[in-house]
Each structure stands twice: as structure tokens, then as C-alpha cells.
Nanobody, 124 residues
Framework: QVQLVESGGGLVQAGGSLRLSCAASRRTINRYTMGWFRQAPGKAREFVAGITWSGGSTVYADSVKGRFIGSRDNAKNMVYLQMNSLKPEDTAVYYC?????????????????WGQGTQVTVSS
């Protein structure tokens, strides 16, 4: 079983940046697809970014493409989401997730393990 703990959320003004971190424990994640998702109040959870096990490829939601950068450090069992040019509509709880079968980069249903989430609030 994989335990995931996100950190780095907070309050930031529009146009600012934040870097989220996801620390994995109990198992190494170097063969797992890792993803970032978010959920805003009253809305469904949505895909943000998916990173292949090697980190060689990352897929982004159109809404964050060009602003967010997903990365991973398998040696440290860590996953990151650099968020730049933040907008008020990026306000949400952000979740890190692991897909141990690497079936899909974008489908939340294929991710078995989830962190507890970290709140990101972007003020206008």
C-alpha cells in the first residue's frame, strides 16, 4: 500500500506561484504513474497532470497547460506540481494519486491511492 502526503498549498494572489509536493511512503513509486487532481467546492474532482513512471512524459489538462509543470524524483519518492500564473479559478483542494498499474494518465478511476489533499486558494 502506498501512503501519499501532499504539502505546499496556501493562499496566493493571482499571478503568483506555488509548488506542491507529494511524499510517498511504504512503497517506492518508481514504476507507478503519478497524477495530480483537484476539486473545487461544489464541483467534481478533475484531472490536472499525469506523469509517467520515468517522468519522461507528462500530460496536462488544457486549463493548466503552459502554467503548471509536473515532475517527479523517484530517488526521493517525491512528486511535484509547480504552479505558475495562478488564477482564482485554480482555487481547489489538490490531490496526489498513484496508479500502480500505469493504466491511464488522466482517468481518476484508475488511480488506487490518494493523498488527503492540500488547499490552494488564489485571491483576485
Amino acid at each position: 500500500q502506498v501512503q501519499l502526503v501532499e504539502s505546499g498549498g496556501g493562499l496566493v494572489q493571482a499571478g503568483g506561484s506555488l509548488r506542491l509536493s507529494c511524499a510517498a511512503s511504504r512503497r517506492t513509486i518508481n514504476r507507478y504513474t503519478m497524477g495530480w487532481f483537484r476539486q473545487a467546492p461544489g464541483k467534481a474532482r478533475e484531472f490536472v497532470a499525469g506523469i509517467t513512471w520515468s517522468g519522461g512524459s507528462t500530460v496536462y489538462a488544457d486549463s493548466v497547460k503552459g502554467r503548471f509543470i509536473g515532475s517527479r524524483d523517484n530517488a526521493k519518492n517525491m512528486v511535484y506540481l509547480q504552479m505558475n500564473s495562478l488564477k482564482p479559478e485554480d482555487t481547489a483542494v489538490y490531490y496526489c494519486a498513484a496508479d500502480t498499474w500505469s493504466r491511464s494518465l488522466t482517468d481518476a478511476n484508475e488511480y488506487e491511492y490518494w493523498g488527503q489533499g492540500t488547499q490552494v486558494t488564489v485571491s483576485s
